[in-house]
């Protein structure tokens, strides 16, 4: 399926798969599409950094290929590895059979037969439906030099295995970096991207969100879980929730056959929005009535 022809056609397919964005957010996607350039996504978590991947290969109906970072990720795991338990049976067996030609051997064992392709290399490969969306998660878990490879990786679209040679991408992949910040991404890596920071939605578009996600919740329950929500964005807590602490909020409240939020229900449901003990503790009982209560007053003002 062909890329969109405008920022409003970003904006529409994307609804279409369920994914609601600004017109900010659709401008940088279009760029990020129409000049083939790698799209970096900064934002606290939650707050549908890693969605629009999926959405994107969704109605573009392209491969989505995840690379999920993680503290110590290095290039070859990230790119390939070898099948070393089937080499050795291959071994064993020209071994038992005698007279194996070790050149052709060789050969073999270091052939496409016993190569893993992981997310990187899977992603330089030609695909039918057009090059894969290639989302590199959360990338400030990874090291610096690992970074430095993705730079050189990402500038050439193309990988070196020693044992075969380079491989380069017929047709550069559509590539999406996320950070939740951790820690600062190298500026290098920086500058060949497209950059956009992915800040908690506002009212409205947060009802909006809800309404494409989770279509059975209520009008009127709907918007109280929103404004608590916000509400309790403003609180000095460790992890404030994101919109998909919200979804999933609202399909245990609807599974509770919840019609208006309470005190009582937010304190038995906390664990859905808030991840951390201390946060739950400081929010239920007066706190919670208290938020609830700024809430509705506002519903009733807006």
Known sequence: MPIPSSIDEVQQRLS???YVCGRALATV???SLKLGRPLFLEGEAGVGKTEIAKALAACLGRRLIRLQCYEGLDASSAVYEWNFPAQMIAIRTAEAQGGADRAALNTELFGPDFLIERPLLQAMRPDENGAPILLIDELDRT??????FLLEALSDFQVTIPEIGTIKAPEPPIVILTSNRTREVHDALKR???YHWVDYPDFAREVEILNARAPEVPENLSREIIAFVQALRTEDIFKKPGVAETIDWAKCLLAL??????????SDTLGAILKYQDDIAKIEGGEAKRLLDEAKAGLETA
């Open 16 to 18: 279409e798969t369920g």
């Open 192 to 194: 060949r991207c497209l």
């Open 29 to 31: 996607v279009f760029l």
């Open 143 to 148: 090291d610096e030099p690992f970074e430095a």
């Open 257 to 266: 056959d919840v019609v208006d939020l309470s005190p009582e229900v937010i």
